[in-house]
């Protein structure tokens, strides 16, 4: 700590003190004698930080709270005094509020405590609340002890409040991901083109049958929140007009999202709720005499 900047900031808090008496019986005790015990930033030369919380929909709630304070006297003495305090937060619990130590100290012949260091990091047990939240958390003097009767609370500094805000929930926006080179196409036997097509990004040509509904499969490789799918066709009048969906954990055994009625040349479809999978099946139910597709992308959290 800069020990010129700690005496003019003593020496200002002392001006501030007005008259106090004594906390001893004693009378012979001057009150300029005495030593005044305030709560401070650790780095009281900067203003009192406020801290925000980032909550997003699946991702939880990021952010934490670092703070480090201690207690002051304007004026040195011989003995310690041990300095007892009190941290409260409505609507934050207790036991998520960590402590480096229970009790702040001023040694003998010092007039500052070491710093304890407050710190939140945990905020699972807030993740379900989606509006924004304000926290108020008070950090207070409760206590004092010194063997010597020249120390008192001071008139000012006796509390440090911190404001805490979550922000609301915010929605994850989908992107529409065309990457599917990467990814690894299964076409339903009996289809034209199905080692040469532009679906896969494997040639320029498209999937089709001449009347027959067919399916595809593809594997992300990884498992993906797909809130969607969008497929492209040669024209409208070789696109379905209705199509089912499906899911799968292990690319076996397969589980229906829905069907849809489709129309035009780009269609697409957007599901009901999100799914996170790594396995999709395209299955086609009501097709034209000639049905194709040419572009196969999803719709995803990225």
Not at 36 to 63: M, N, R
Not at 66 to 77: D, G, L, N, S, V
Not at 284 to 290: A, K, N, W
Request: charged fraction near 25%; include cysteine.
């Amino acid at each position: 700590m800069n020990k010129v900047f700690q005496s003019i900031i003593i020496a200002l808090m002392s001006a501030m003190i007005p008259f106090f008496s004594s906390c001893s019986d004693d009378d012979s005790v001057n009150e300029w004698d005495m030593s005044y015990v305030s709560l401070l930033p650790a780095d009281y030369l900067q203003p009192t930080p406020s801290f925000t919380l980032k909550h997003v929909e699946e991702e939880g709630i990021e952010g934490s709270v670092e703070f480090q304070f201690m207690a002051t006297t304007q004026k040195a003495i011989a003995q310690d005094i041990n300095v007892r305090y009190s941290v409260t937060c409505d609507g934050i619990d207790a036991d998520k509020i960590n402590l480096s130590d229970k009790n702040l100290v001023i040694k003998g012949g010092s007039t500052a405590s070491e710093p304890i260091t407050l710190s939140i990091t945990d905020w699972k047990y807030l993740e379900s609340t989606k509006e924004a939240l304000d926290y108020t958390l008070k950090i207070k003097i409760t206590d004092i002890e010194s063997t010597s009767s020249e120390v008192a609370n001071a008139a000012y500094y006796q509390e440090i409040i911190l404001k805490i805000s979550k922000t609301a929930e915010k929605k994850k926006e989908s992107v529409l991901l065309t990457n599917a080179k990467d990814w690894i196409f299964t076409f339903m036997e009996g289809v034209e083109n199905a080692e040469s097509n532009s679906v896969a990004g494997t040639g320029s040509n498209d999937v089709a049958t001449n009347g027959v509904p067919f399916w595809l499969t593809v594997d992300f490789k990884e498992v993906k929140t797909v809130t969607g799918i969008q497929t492209t066709h040669w024209g409208a009048g070789y696109a379905p007009s209705k199509v089912e969906i499906f899911s799968s954990e292990n690319g076996d055994k397969w589980t229906s999202i829905g069907q849809w009625d489709t129309k035009g040349r780009n269609q697409t479809i957007t599901f009901d709720e999100r799914i996170k999978t790594r396995y999709l099946k395209y299955q086609m139910v009501t097709v034209p005499s000639r049905v194709d597709i040419t572009k196969f992308y999803i719709y995803a959290w990225e």
